[in-house]
């Protein structure tokens, strides 16, 4: 399960602004540690983590929104959104198939064939979804969205 990270450099003596950045910054780079897993795909823990921290992410920019200048800010923000969505698609599915999964040991074995029949059903969806995720943080990559977003935020401490 993500934690919440400890973010440092905030303190009374700094600047709304510069304590927002460096609270974005972090979560930001919580959330992108888990994109190569995320993207390799093999432990559901990654895209569970990544959307986690973008959910947290997007909670930051919300409340620090008034801190920066619009457009810069929209930009990034929706990017975010497109992150977190993206994931929810992946995750809806790996917690169906972990669930059904958990369940198999419970069942007869006609339910059992019925319920792994579903399970490969939802298993290629989950693939299905994972593309978009994939081809996302492919763009991301190509169009520098990381480094855009860094510099944009990038906490003066």
Known sequence: MSTA???KGIAPDK???TC???IIV??????????EGAIDGTDIKFVHDMRVASRRLRAAMDNFADCFKK???????????TITRTMGAV????VLIERFRNELQTLSEVEQGD???LIEHLQQEREEARKPMVNLFTE????DFGTQFLTFFEAKA
Do not use: C, N, W
């Not at 972090?26 to 994109?35: A, G, L, N, Q, T």
């Not at 995750?91 to 790996?94: I, N, P, Q, S």
């Not at 991301?140 to 169009?143: K, Y």
């Open 5 to 7: 990270i400890e973010v």
């Open 15 to 17: 600047t709304l602004e």
């Open 20 to 22: 927002a950045k460096l």
């Open 26 to 35: 972090s979560y930001f780079r919580e959330m992108m540690s888990h994109k």
């Open 71 to 81: 457009e810069p800010f929209k930009k990034h923000y929706k990017q975010v959104r």
């Open 91 to 94: 995750r809806d599915l790996d």
């Open 115 to 117: 319920i792994q029949g």
């Open 140 to 143: 991301l990559d190509a169009s």
